[in-house]
């Protein structure tokens, strides 16, 4: 039995120190593996942690625009969001359900997003080159893996509905994680562009998939007290510039000690 949590729309920054939080507990054994649903309340670029902020956002475009710059703790790409996408983290132990084989995660966790589709009526296949959800030919699920502590994180998100214009003005390279195309109009599908637009529904669809799939029954749930506080100090690390500028000003040094 897995905890399930939607907490709906939060903050962003919020959402990275949340999920780190829960995936520490799980870990440690404190607190039940969990299927997490989460929506960011205004726009966010969720960076992958091994990413440089110069190669990837236009970070001015950003600071001018609200637009907060959130580097996770898990690797992947870079990926804009905003409150017309499902956002979910399923936190497993290390030695759990979720396979140790990156790849074979991936296949078991986006199981749960294909059915989903396929309950809704949209359909989906598992795009394992850029750990992607397709639906008609077009991506409409990205995701990023990632292990520590003892646990195993794989987060994504399923569009509802995007914004592309918008996030062609945040990203540098909004093409970089799809199949070659001209623009991302052309390679990202939405439920809204298939005319699907009950959240709810989509929901309980997407719930129900990743248990299935993972083989599992979950139950709702709260955030514990311990999961609270660990997250209200890790939000002091993602809002730091330092944090979120990690790699460009590793990248810098590098760069003055060759010189």
């Excluded at 709906?8 to 054994?29: L, M, P, T």
């Excluded at 299927?35 to 966010?44: A, C, E, G, K, N």
């Excluded at 979720?98 to 396929?118: C, F, H, M, S, W």
């Excluded at 030919?137 to 569009?159: C, H, M, P, T, Y």
């Amino acid at each position: 039995m897995w905890r399930f949590l939607d907490l709906d729309k939060i903050d962003g920054f919020y959402s990275a120190a949340i999920f780190e939080s829960i995936g520490r507990n799980v870990g440690a054994g404190s607190s039940r593996e969990t299927i997490l649903f989460w929506r960011v309340r205004s726009p966010v670029v969720y960076l992958g942690f091994h990413q440089c902020v110069e190669d990837e956002v236009n970070a001015d475009y950003c600071t001018d625009n609200n637009i907060g710059i959130v580097r996770r703790i898990l690797g992947g790409g870079c990926g804009f969001c905003n409150e017309d996408q499902i956002l979910y983290s399923i936190i497993g132990r290390d030695e759990g359900i979720i396979p140790r084989d990156i790849q074979e995660a991936y296949r078991k966790v986006l199981g749960g997003v294909v059915n989903a589709l396929t309950a809704l009526g949209a359909g989906g296949v598992i795009e394992p080159a850029r750990n992607a959800v397709y639906s008609r030919g077009r991506k409409i699920s990205g995701n990023a893996q990632g292990r520590f502590d003892g646990a195993v994180l794989v987060n994504g998100s399923l569009l509802l509905d995007f914004d592309f214009e918008l996030m062609d003005r945040v990203l540098k390279n909004p093409t970089k994680n799809l199949r070659p195309v001209t623009c991302a109009r052309d390679g990202m599908i939405t439920l809204c562009d298939m005319g699907i637009s009950d959240v709810e529904a989509v929901k309980k669809a997407l719930r129900h998939g990743f248990e299935e799939a993972l083989g599992i029954r979950s139950q709702e749930g709260m955030l514990t007290v311990s999961e609270s506080k660990q997250a209200a100090i890790l939000m002091d690390k993602y809002m730091r510039t330092d944090w979120i500028y990690r790699m460009d000003h590793k990248r810098d040094m590098r760069k003055k000690r060759d010189h």
